[in-house]
């Protein structure tokens, strides 16, 4: 069984910053690709960012120079740092992980940035 573990969301003010993780378990026999996505009451499910397993990173344009992914291969976590917290940011945040043979979605967690 694989389980994908996040945390780190919550509650924060406009500039502030929060730091996500997703620390994945279970048997995983190659990781390709961690991202993370994001889902607004009422709206589709959108790209945040990825990072491949050789350090390769993308950004949606919406979070470009504000947000950073990096992962920890050894841990199988990836993580995503979050500066400059708009309103606009405020969502369920998801963790996805791409292996060779499957795709799994974390639980969700929920970051909320007040005006």
């Known amino acids: 069984q694989v389980q994908l573990v996040e945390s780190g969301g919550g509650l924060v003010q406009t500039g502030g910053s929060l730091r996500l993780s997703c620390a994945a378990s279970?048997?995983?026999?190659?990781?390709?690709?961690m991202a993370w996505y994001r889902q607004a009451p009422g709206k589709q499910r959108e790209f945040v960012a990825a990072?491949?397993?050789?350090?390769?990173?993308n950004y949606a344009d919406s979070v470009k120079g504000r947000f950073t992914i990096s992962r920890d291969n050894a841990k199988n976590t990836v993580y995503l740092q979050m500066n400059s917290l708009k309103p606009e940011d405020t969502a369920v945040y998801y963790c996805?992980?791409?292996?060779?043979?499957?795709?799994?979605w974390g639980q969700g967690t929920q970051v909320t940035v007040s005006s």
């Open positions: 996805k992980v791409i292996s060779t043979a499957y795709i799994y």
């Open positions: 279970g048997t995983i026999f190659s990781i390709n690709l």
């Open positions: 990072i491949t397993s050789g350090g390769t990173t």
